[in-house]
């Protein structure tokens, strides 16, 4: 595909550790004082603005309804397929190429730019279905080994499907949101009966989020083969969890109010077309899958991730460097599964990927790995101590791939913690 060719350059500076090259083009939903909601894709510290592009006759030969760029979500401009969302990329690459003179974008910048500093960035899909797997081994070994016997960590089912449960879309928020502090029922004496009141061991969940682009009927199944046809794209995805009140409920229906308090994604859509320069191998899968487990080529994907906790006052601190490629069970895996009993997949509809934790501790993805149940604390640039995020702190996921000079990135995902509000 042209757009990923590494030696494209743009004509509009873009700085090496950009998330935003030429090469990586996302998609996003912007609000400006001038108007009002309208699709965008960014290069270097700009938003662009797609409508302004349509309007300049850009888009004129590429054959949709160029009002889907005008919504407030990008459903319907997704709905339109990859073969026009994949035209749309390519044409802004031409428009911004420094050698591509067909199509010259140079005295428009006013029209078709803004700064990502003066731009609002919103949620960027409205969000049917939301389902959460649990798919990276050593996350669930290390859970298993805190809360059971470290030697039966995995529970018998986790080797033989990718474990997902249904979560709540209605509070996947998008990056810059505050997260109020839930509260929720807790037993912190095991003697003693439960007790209401906010959480006290706020965590979050470093995961990967990606995003259904081609329905799927009822009783229809999607194999391994086909489901990268229905994948648009992937985001960063933290899913808050409230360990103590979690503990309480989950038996033995699974999470319900230490989950859907909050979700924090990040605004930008990155393409999976923009992604395919950084396939690679999943780990060995042993036992032996069930045939329609089974997939063809790389379907893991090298993604560095990193998080990092932001006082209300003091440097930040990064406690988490991991990387998409540790998942057990893969996107397409999970989608296989996720509709082999006839489930039916709609538009905008979200998948986490589930903790993407690695191999070392540096490489953990939750507080509760990382401080192993807070008997580790986190040692914090102004002298303090993290168990778990404290009120005032923000929490901020980055994640970028790096490959033949080019950086890929997905911008931040970041949401700061406010006190609770307890019912009285």
């Known amino acids: 595909m042209r757009v990923n060719n590494p030696s494209l350059q743009s004509w509009v500076e873009v700085a090496p550790d950009s998330d935003f090259p030429i090469q990586n083009l996302p998609f996003g939903v912007f609000h400006h004082t001038e108007f009002g909601p309208r699709a965008c894709s960014a290069i270097g510290d700009y938003v662009i603005d797609l409508v302004a592009v349509a309007e300049h006759s850009f888009f004129d030969d590429l054959d949709f309804d160029k009002s889907v760029l005008s919504n407030r979500y990008l459903n319907n401009f997704i709905r339109c397929g990859k073969k026009i969302t994949s035209a749309v990329r390519n044409r802004l690459s031409e428009i911004l190429d420094t050698d591509h003179d067909e199509w010259d974008a140079k005295g428009l910048e006013e029209f078709i730019f803004v700064k990502m500093n003066e731009a609002k960035m919103l949620l960027p899909i409205q969000i049917g279905d939301y389902t959460d797997f649990y798919s990276s081994k050593e996350h669930a070994t290390n859970i298993g080994s805190l809360f059971r ?14 474990v997902g449960y249904h979560g709540r879309a209605s509070s996947i928020v998008v990056s810059d949101t505050p997260v109020i502090r839930p509260c929720g029922q807790t037993k912190p004496n095991a003697d003693e009966p439960p007790v209401y009141g906010p959480s006290r061991l706020l965590d979050f969940e470093l995961e990967m989020g990606f995003v259904i682009g081609k329905e799927s009927e009822l009783g229809q199944s999607i194999s391994t083969g086909e489901a990268e046809d229905h994948i648009f794209g992937l985001m960063l995805f933290n899913d808050w969890s409230a360990r103590d009140i979690q503990k309480w409920e989950y038996v033995p229906l699974g999470p319900f109010l230490g989950k859907s308090f909050a979700s924090t994604v990040s605004p930008w ?25 089974k997939y063809e080529g790389l379907r893991n994907f090298d993604i560095n991730l990193q998080v990092a906790i932001q006082p209300e006052a003091g440097a930040e601190k990064v406690v988490c460097n991991s990387n998409f490629q540790y998942m057990y069970w893969n996107m397409s895996q999970q989608l296989a599964h996720h509709t082999v009993n006839g489930c039916n997949v709609r538009v905008g509809d979200m998948y986490a990927s589930g903790t993407i934790s690695g191999p070392e501790k540096g490489s953990y993805g939750s507080m509760l790995e990382i401080t192993w149940k807070g008997t580790q604390p986190v040692e914090m640039p102004d002298g303090s101590q993290r168990k778990f995020i404290a009120d005032g702190d923000t929490v901020v996921m980055r994640g970028w791939c790096e490959k033949d000079g080019v950086r890929i990135g997905f911008g931040e995902a970041n949401g700061k913690v406010l006190p609770a509000k307890p019912i009285a």
Do not use: S
């Open 149 to 162: 016997d470290p030697e039966n960590a995995l529970l018998p089912n986790w080797k033989h499907l990718p």
């Open 269 to 293: 859509i990155v393409t999976l077309e923009a992604l395919e320069p950084f396939r690679m191998p999943g780990p060995v899968q042993d036992p032996e899958v069930l045939p329609y487990l």
